[in-house]
């Protein structure tokens, strides 16, 4: 078994991995990265957010992704609530923020993200299985993992697990803790042979179709291609054929059925569970756990992509500053799990307010909460505004005791992508 030894190491190669091990490398540190399976492969998570956009141009990976021929995501159209159409306008965040974003197919995406890491420095192994973490004295200290049929060891001062739902790390120090609030699924298909001539609203915009049984995307992937999904409590995905609960649903939304006149299916019915899970503790000694190997909930607003890219910078930078000697263990413990919770609690609290069982419309407590605020607080909360302490929107939704993801914590209110913003 040959032993290697690295700076840091990531398990993991979609998003948050390529968003640590990048800074890491960028600092001066060398940087192995593993990932189990050879991209591309599917993943959802096509719709992205303006802040989404803004973090791929910072860490300098935007014009590699808009080589592709990715669909342009001005706003997002909400039907169905109480009968009303309403739009989000991107355009009406203020402040010289970015205006717009994009939807994308996550399999060239994901590939995209990974051969520019590569491409950067990083020693990237593909079809590389983690087979084994080292923890000696309560500290991560390297992997032993699979590649080749053949079996490798390599140690590192800090390991980031961005294994995903796999949670490699997370699941090794018994660290996640699974929820069961929400409790949804979904099933999607891929159309091709799209015409936005038919879209009875804005071109590229994402609709978002609310009804009493769950709600339905319908997300762009390029000017000829769209994903549909059926989102519903699990209990009625389980009782029901999942391509007649798909068909019932879509029949519920004539603005999204209108945009599919003359679309065939590209992709048929897939299924992918709300596993919901979270856990406390995010970075210990010799350890991060970044995007969804941290947290896992509700893909209602498309905030995925940006949390996992900016829990895999901040985490790369605390290591960096680490090395550097600038901060200690428990200080770059303590920041990232103030950062970390900060940003997927606020966006946990906008999925609760939408699925809030108090009001009989879904979606309604959201308004309600924003009904009196310039339009831009809702606006800058749907782009990804989920570090700000200036927002009464966003204060409003830490103000609900029953919204709470993880126990007490103190608050980080620097945002990563917009930093140095007035607090509140």
């Known amino acids: 078994m040959a032993d290697t030894s690295y700076d840091t190491i990531v398990i993991g190669g ?9 800074t890491m490398l960028r600092r001066g ?9 050879e991209f591309p492969r599917f993943h959802i998570g096509e ?6 956009t803004e973090i791929l141009d ?50 060239e995406f994901d590939k995209t993200l990974l051969d520019e890491t590569a ?17 000696a004295a309560g500290r991560v200290t390297g992997v032993t993992y699979t590649v080749n049929d053949e079996t490798h060891h390599a140690t590192a001062q800090f390991v980031a697990d961005a294994s995903g739902r796999a949670g490699v790390i997370a699941k090794r120090l018994n660290l996640r803790v699974a929820d069961s609030r929400l409790k949804m699924a979904a099933v ?28 339905m995307w319908g997300i762009p992937l390029r000017s000829d291609a769209i994903s549909i999904g059926a989102v519903a409590p699990m209990a009625i995905l389980q009782s029901d054929r999942p391509e007649r609960v798909f068909d019932e649903h879509l029949a519920r939304l004539p603005r999204i059925q209108q945009r599919l006149r003359g679309a065939t299916v590209i992709r048929e019915l897939k299924g992918e569970r709300n596993f919901e899970y979270h856990s406390e503790v995010l970075a210990g000694p010799g350890f991060f756990l970044v995007g969804d190997a941290g947290s896992f909930t509700d893909p209602v607003f498309s905030g995925g992509v940006l949390l996992a890219l900016a ?29 970390f919770k900060t940003g997927y609690e606020t966006y946990y609290r906008l999925i609760c307010a939408v699925y809030d069982h108090r009001q009989p419309i879904m979606g309604q407590v959201i308004l309600d909460l924003a009904a009196d605020l ?12 989920f570090w700000t302490g200036e927002s009464p929107l966003v204060n409003r939704l830490r103000a609900e005791k029953d919204w709470s993801l993880f126990a007490k914590f103190d608050l980080l209110t620097d945002c990563p992508i917009y930093p140095g913003a007035v607090v509140a």
């Open 47 to 52: 719709s992205f957010l303006p802040y989404t």
């Open 119 to 135: 491409a950067a420095g990083v020693t990237v192994l593909e079809e590389a299985t983690v087979t084994g973490v080292d923890v």
């Open 311 to 339: 829990t895999g910078r901040k985490a790369g930078e605390l290591a960096a500053d680490r090395l550097d000697g600038k901060l200690s263990e428990t200080e770059i413990a303590d920041t990232y799990n103030a950062f």
């Open 14 to 22: 979609g998003p948050a991995g390529c968003a640590y091990a990048l």
């Open 188 to 215: 999607f298909k891929h159309y091709g042979d799209l015409d936005e001539s038919q879209n009875p609203g804005v071109e590229g915009d994402t609709q978002l179709g609310i009804h009493p049984d769950g709600w």
């Open 374 to 385: 310039d339009p831009k607080w809702h606006v800058r909360l749907v782009s990804g505004d």
């Open 58 to 107: 910072q860490l300098g990976l935007l014009d590699a992704v808009m080589a592709k021929p990715y669909a342009y995501k001005p706003g997002v159209e909400l039907t169905g609530i109480a009968g009303s159409v309403r739009r989000i306008d991107f355009g009406e965040i203020g402040d010289d923020r970015r205006t717009w974003a994009i939807q994308v197919e996550r399999a």
């Open 29 to 37: 540190y060398s940087v192995l990265l593993l990932e189990k399976v």
